[in-house]
């Protein structure tokens, strides 16, 4: 056996999973799909004295879609989210998002939840949120309070989850203009394996052709996934131009802060960043041109 | 220290099999060591690998990233479910035995497992969802050619059938 002993519980409610939360602190974690989780528990890089299993509450499975926002119960499976077609049509960066995390096996069992409270900072699912300015519910046996994605991504594997508090839903917002465009992509040493760089972009085109709204953000670029909410804001009112997107690619590129390892120095994470931001910007400006 | 003790009731391969097992025992060792279904074979044990997935309620999933108290009253099925009720091999592990889909063996049964799934929902992939189905299954000897063709054989005989 890898893990270290603890004691588990499998919580049938999300009120008692935070009862537990609440008596046990800092030494008992949650687990969704484990799918991060419990290699790091094999490894021994995490050693809870008590999981507290979520996987079998129901109340936590759900996508519903309203008119500003999709929201989805922290506990749904990728699997689940990738299907739903009603979904990518409101949220369409989800599914191309999800098309780069993992494999099959592992987005049968990871949960759009677990994802976002790990909080790896090139993973794919923070980014959209991120990009998009998803909100986090987050209930304990206190109560219930919302943050944007930006207050809760805090640092590189770590949020602003207080220990007693479990991530209960994401609301994604649905953009009410009229063609959108979206696209995500990202290098990685092998298709599924967490991104080098990631990029994520979302635009919406008046019947002119002119940018109305625009939101662009990098993964692996820095510490948490990066938004450019003040570049972005300079592409509207633009046609989206090529040189539009490249200098606001640059500029986005110079203000990532990335970390070097084996695979890639920080100079090559910083051209991949700036390549990858204009690559995303072209393609969801296209995909907005079709729809008009 | 003694560890608690848990008591599970999971069906494996149609059967009802019950144990008491400790809360950090992977589903894939008790599977392996407690019920000696040695087909699901432990690869990397921190899920890169692939080698050791199995079919949990009918779907593909590692069982090195799942504890075995997690399994407790689900349905898992692993490379022995796979075969016919008489024991002789089902149509996709046929299409691998004829195309040569494998040289040492070890990847085999997180393939097969993987391609079940990819067939059961979709009987007739592209060669593109074919290699996204085993792309989390890695294998040092193929080079994946012919494991590619046999789940495309396995998919034209399943649909002729």
Known sequence: MKSAPFEYTRAVSVAEACALLAREGDSAKLIAGGQSLVPMMAMRLVRPAWLIDINEIPELKFVKIEKDAARIGAGTRQCVVERDGALAARVPLLRQALAWV??????????????????????ELP???????????????????????????SGPMSTSARPDECLEEIRWPVWPEGPTGSAFTEIAIRHGDFAMV???????????????????????????????PKIAARLVGTKLEHEV???????????????????????????????????????????????? | ???????????????RREGRVPARLSLVDWLREELRLTGTHVGCEHGICGACSVMLDGEPV???????????????????????????????????????????????????????????????????????????????????????????????RMRAK
């Open chain 1, 127 to 153: 980014l959209v949120a991120q990009v998009l300015g998803a909100k986090m519910v987050l209930r304990s046996a206190k109560g219930t309070r919302t943050l944007d994605a930006e207050k809760f991504f």
């Open chain 1, 198 to 228: 990631a990029a994520a972009a979302q635009v919406a085109l008046a019947a002119d052709g002119r940018c109305t709204r625009a939101v662009f953000g990098l993964g692996g670029a820095g510490g948490t996934p990066l938004a450019f």
């Open chain 1, 102 to 123: 993992g494999h099959a096996q592992t987005r049968n069992r990871g949960t759009l939840g677990g994802s976002l409270a790990h909080a790896d900072p090139s993973a």
């Open chain 2, 62 to 156: 590692r069982s090195c990233l799942m504890y075995t108290v997690q399994a407790n009253g689900h349905r898992i099925t692993t490379v022995e479910g796979l075969a016919k009720p008489d024991g002789s091999m089902s149509i996709l592990q046929d299409a691998f035995c004829e195309t040569h889909g494998l040289q040492c063996g070890y990847c085999t049964p997180g393939m097969l497992i993987a391609a079940q799934g990819l067939l059961d929902s979709n009987p007739n992939p592209s060669e593109e969802q074919i290699r996204d189905a085993i792309g989390g299954n890695l294998c040092r000897c193929t080079g994946y050619q012919q494991i590619v063709e046999a789940v495309r054989l396995a998919a034209e």
């Open chain 2, 1 to 15: 220290m003694s560890e608690t003790l848990h008591s599970v009731a999971i069906e494996v391969n149609g059967q």
């Open chain 1, 245 to 292: 997107i490249e200098a606001a690619a640059v500029d986005a590129a110079k203000e990532c802060d990335p970390g070097a390892d084996l695979h890639a120095t920080k100079e090559y994470r910083r051209h991949l960043a700036g390549v990858l931001a204009a690559r995303a910007l072209r393609e969801a400006r296209e995909r907005a041109g079709a729809i008009r």
